[in-house]
């Protein structure tokens, strides 16, 4: 399918994305590049990285948002190289399967620090720049599991709640000098993340991972998975003007996985 040609809402526009290597990170970085942005990609995973911005002619800067020195070192180069930052997509997170009957220190910790601490490390340095200028808008990537969290997800709720609730304060504090905070909540996305989740629950229900599949998309509306195009789309929608009067919104974008009847389902 082709490409759509977009208006360049984001022309002359600076963004950085966060977990710009793969599923919805790689995607948001797509999107606006299609509407005219200039992108900083940021992750880990150096290879799959400099491939999203080598496909999209996105700028590739390698960061580890769990050390704020690297984050703050970052945030520096893209003022040096661009001399401001008009938005920033928080998208890098990960997940562990874990109850709170058998989390681990370690697996909390680390999915708190990535999830959570990293999303507040990134605002953090990027957002004195912004209420400088009286201009910018932060949208983070959380998830339903903050409001509707299942079995096996402890430490990846708790971290995505955390989100949730930064959003909101952040969205008071900023709002009054220009700077727009905002949350997007994905339901099921067919991410690589998404792919290791399934195989787990796979392994914990005894099926195999096409009827894991089978449970859970019986319980979205809509009835399948989201593409990390549709995120993408709903992230480029919050950093846009488009939405120049929502702050502090949470968006869940799930397909209608948390209706009452929906939620029913076997």
Same mark, same amino acid.
């Given at each position: 399918?082709? #490409?759509?040609?977009?208006?360049?809402?984001?022309?002359?526009?600076?963004?950085?994305?966060?977990?710009?290597?793969?599923?919805?990170?790689?995607?948001?970085?797509?999107?606006?590049? @299609?509407?005219?942005?200039?992108?900083?990609?940021?992750?880990?995973?150096?290879?799959?990285? #400099?491939?999203?911005?080598?496909?999209?002619? =996105?700028?590739?800067?390698?960061?580890?948002? #769990?050390?704020?020195?690297? !984050?703050?070192?970052?945030?520096?180069?893209?003022?040096?190289?661009? /001399?401001?930052?008009?938005?920033?997509?928080?998208?890098?997170?990960?997940?562990?399967?874990? &109850?709170?009957?058998?989390?681990? &220190?370690?697996?909390?910790?680390?999915?708190?620090?990535?999830?959570?601490?990293?999303?507040?490390?990134?605002?953090?340095? !990027?957002?004195? /720049?912004?209420?400088?200028?009286?201009? /910018?808008?932060? +949208?983070?990537?959380?998830?339903?599991?903050?409001?509707?969290?299942?079995? /096996?997800?402890?430490?990846?709720? =708790?971290?995505?709640?955390?989100?949730?609730?930064?959003?909101?304060?952040?969205?008071?504090?900023?709002?009054?000098?220009?700077?727009? +905070?905002?949350?997007?909540?994905?339901?099921?996305?067919?991410?690589?993340?998404?792919?290791?989740?399934?195989?787990?629950?796979?392994?914990?229900?005894? !099926?195999?991972?096409?009827?894991?599949?089978?449970?859970?998309?019986?319980?979205?509306?809509?009835?399948?998975?989201?593409?990390?195009?549709?995120?993408?789309?709903?992230?480029?929608?919050?950093?846009?003007?488009?939405?120049?009067?929502?702050?502090?919104?949470?968006?869940?974008?799930?397909?209608?996985?948390? @209706?009452? =009847? @929906?939620?029913?389902?076997?």
């Amino acid at each position: 399918m082709d #490409t759509p040609i977009l208006e360049p809402r984001f022309a002359g526009k600076v963004v950085m994305v966060s977990g710009a290597a793969s599923g919805i990170g790689a995607a948001v970085v797509e999107r606006l590049r @299609t509407e005219g942005a200039q992108v900083v990609a940021v992750g880990l995973q150096w290879d799959l990285l #400099t491939q999203v911005a080598h496909d999209w002619g =996105a700028t590739a800067l390698s960061c580890d948002v #769990t050390d704020d020195v690297q !984050v703050k070192a970052v945030v520096a180069q893209v003022l040096s190289l661009y /001399g401001r930052l008009d938005a920033l997509v928080n998208a890098a997170g990960m997940v562990f399967n874990d &109850d709170a009957a058998s989390i681990t &220190d370690e697996a909390w910790i680390r999915t708190l620090d990535v999830n959570a601490t990293g999303t507040m490390r990134l605002m953090r340095a !990027v957002l004195p /720049g912004m209420l400088a200028r009286n201009s /910018g808008s932060v +949208v983070n990537v959380a998830s339903v599991a903050a409001f509707n969290a299942g079995a /096996g997800m402890a430490s990846y709720a =708790a971290s995505k709640a955390a989100v949730v609730a930064l959003t909101r304060s952040a969205a008071t504090s900023c709002g009054p000098r220009g700077v727009r +905070v905002n949350a997007l909540c994905p339901g099921w996305v067919r991410t690589p993340m998404s792919e290791r989740e399934l195989q787990d629950m796979a392994q914990a229900w005894g !099926v195999t991972e096409a009827q894991a599949e089978e449970r859970t998309v019986a319980r979205i509306a809509l009835g399948r998975m989201a593409r990390p195009t549709e995120m993408a789309a709903a992230c480029a929608f919050l950093a846009s003007e488009d939405a120049s009067f929502v702050n502090g919104a949470v968006l869940v974008a799930d397909g209608g996985a948390r @209706t009452p =009847a @929906t939620a029913r389902a076997n």
